[in-house]
Protein backbone atom coordinates (compact mmCIF):
# COMPACT_ATOMS: atom_id res chain seq x y z
CA UNK A 1 0.00 0.00 0.00
CA UNK A 2 1.31 3.35 -0.60
CA UNK A 3 1.09 5.96 1.33
CA UNK A 4 1.21 10.10 1.42
CA UNK A 5 2.79 12.42 3.65
CA UNK A 6 0.54 15.53 5.15
CA UNK A 7 1.59 18.72 6.10
CA UNK A 8 0.46 22.43 6.99
CA UNK A 9 2.04 25.53 7.87
CA UNK A 10 -0.61 25.70 10.15
CA UNK A 11 0.91 23.54 12.82
CA UNK A 12 4.46 22.70 13.75
CA UNK A 13 6.93 21.87 10.68
CA UNK A 14 8.54 18.34 11.69
CA UNK A 15 11.97 18.67 13.74
CA UNK A 16 12.76 15.07 13.20
CA UNK A 17 12.90 12.49 10.40
CA UNK A 18 8.99 12.41 10.18
CA UNK A 19 6.17 13.64 8.45
CA UNK A 20 2.96 15.78 10.54
CA UNK A 21 1.07 12.75 9.47
CA UNK A 22 1.08 9.86 7.09
CA UNK A 23 -2.61 8.80 4.83
CA UNK A 24 -2.22 5.50 4.30
CA UNK A 25 -5.85 4.81 2.46
CA UNK A 26 -8.70 6.48 4.23
CA UNK A 27 -6.75 6.14 8.09
CA UNK A 28 -4.30 8.71 8.57
CA UNK A 29 -1.52 8.91 11.58
CA UNK A 30 -1.07 12.09 13.02
CA UNK A 31 2.49 12.41 14.79
CA UNK A 32 2.94 13.72 18.15
CA UNK A 33 2.42 16.81 18.60
CA UNK A 34 3.77 19.27 21.13
CA UNK A 35 2.66 23.01 22.60
CA UNK A 36 4.84 24.76 20.05
CA UNK A 37 3.45 27.81 18.40
CA UNK A 38 3.60 27.32 14.37
CA UNK A 39 4.56 30.49 14.00
CA UNK A 40 7.41 30.72 16.06
CA UNK A 41 8.90 27.06 16.55
CA UNK A 42 8.90 27.51 20.31
CA UNK A 43 6.95 26.49 23.12
CA UNK A 44 3.53 28.70 24.14
CA UNK A 45 3.43 30.19 28.02
CA UNK A 46 1.15 29.83 29.72
CA UNK A 47 -0.30 27.21 32.22
CA UNK A 48 -0.72 23.70 31.34
CA UNK A 49 -4.29 24.07 30.03
CA UNK A 50 -2.54 26.43 27.45
CA UNK A 51 0.32 24.16 26.41
CA UNK A 52 -2.98 20.76 26.39
CA UNK A 53 -4.91 23.52 24.15
CA UNK A 54 -1.68 24.28 21.50
CA UNK A 55 -1.14 21.00 21.06
CA UNK A 56 -4.98 20.04 20.25
CA UNK A 57 -4.97 23.10 18.01
CA UNK A 58 -2.03 21.97 16.27
CA UNK A 59 -3.61 18.34 15.90
CA UNK A 60 -6.71 20.00 14.39
CA UNK A 61 -4.89 21.68 11.73
CA UNK A 62 -2.70 18.39 10.56
CA UNK A 63 -6.23 16.86 10.41
CA UNK A 64 -7.87 19.25 8.51
CA UNK A 65 -4.91 19.54 5.88
CA UNK A 66 -5.30 15.49 6.14
CA UNK A 67 -9.21 15.81 4.70
CA UNK A 68 -10.69 15.47 8.25
CA UNK A 69 -11.24 16.70 11.68
CA UNK A 70 -10.69 16.04 15.20
CA UNK A 71 -13.88 14.12 15.00
CA UNK A 72 -12.50 11.65 12.76
CA UNK A 73 -10.15 10.71 15.84
CA UNK A 74 -10.19 7.24 16.66
CA UNK A 75 -7.65 6.42 18.47
CA UNK A 76 -5.39 9.43 20.77
CA UNK A 77 -2.74 8.64 22.68
CA UNK A 78 -1.73 11.63 25.30
CA UNK A 79 1.90 11.66 27.22
CA UNK A 80 2.27 13.90 29.98
CA UNK A 81 5.04 14.02 32.62
CA UNK A 82 2.90 14.59 35.04
CA UNK A 83 0.04 12.17 35.64
CA UNK A 84 -1.57 14.83 37.68
CA UNK A 85 -2.07 17.24 34.76
CA UNK A 86 -4.61 14.29 33.23
CA UNK A 87 -7.80 16.24 34.77
CA UNK A 88 -6.83 19.45 32.56
CA UNK A 89 -6.06 16.99 29.77
CA UNK A 90 -9.78 15.76 30.01
CA UNK A 91 -11.09 18.85 30.62
CA UNK A 92 -9.77 20.48 27.01
CA UNK A 93 -10.79 17.40 25.40
CA UNK A 94 -14.61 17.93 26.01
CA UNK A 95 -14.19 21.18 23.82
CA UNK A 96 -12.83 19.63 20.89
CA UNK A 97 -14.12 15.76 20.66
CA UNK A 98 -17.71 14.51 21.10
CA UNK A 99 -19.33 11.35 21.57
CA UNK A 100 -18.70 8.90 20.41
CA UNK A 101 -15.56 9.74 22.47
CA UNK A 102 -12.07 8.04 20.46
CA UNK A 103 -10.75 5.79 21.95
CA UNK A 104 -7.36 7.08 24.27
CA UNK A 105 -4.43 5.98 26.03
CA UNK A 106 -2.89 8.02 28.82
CA UNK A 107 0.93 7.31 29.80
CA UNK A 108 3.38 9.10 31.91
CA UNK A 109 6.41 9.54 30.40
CA UNK A 110 10.16 10.83 32.38
CA UNK A 111 10.41 13.56 29.48
CA UNK A 112 9.06 14.90 25.76
CA UNK A 113 10.80 16.94 23.26
CA UNK A 114 11.66 20.81 24.50
CA UNK A 115 10.65 19.87 27.76
CA UNK A 116 6.93 19.99 26.90
CA UNK A 117 4.74 18.69 29.78
CA UNK A 118 2.33 17.15 26.96
CA UNK A 119 2.31 15.42 23.93
CA UNK A 120 -0.39 13.98 22.00
CA UNK A 121 -0.85 11.67 18.45
CA UNK A 122 -3.98 10.43 16.97
CA UNK A 123 -5.37 8.15 14.17
CA UNK A 124 -7.73 9.28 11.90
CA UNK A 125 -10.82 7.13 9.68
CA UNK A 126 -11.88 8.94 6.66
Do not use: C
Amino acid sequence: MSFTPVSTADAPGAIGTYSQATRAGSTVYLSGQIPLDPETMELVTGDVEAHVRRVFENLRAVARAAGGDLANAVKVNVYLTDLGNFQVVNKVMAEYFAQPYPARAAIGVAALPRGAVVEVDAVLAL
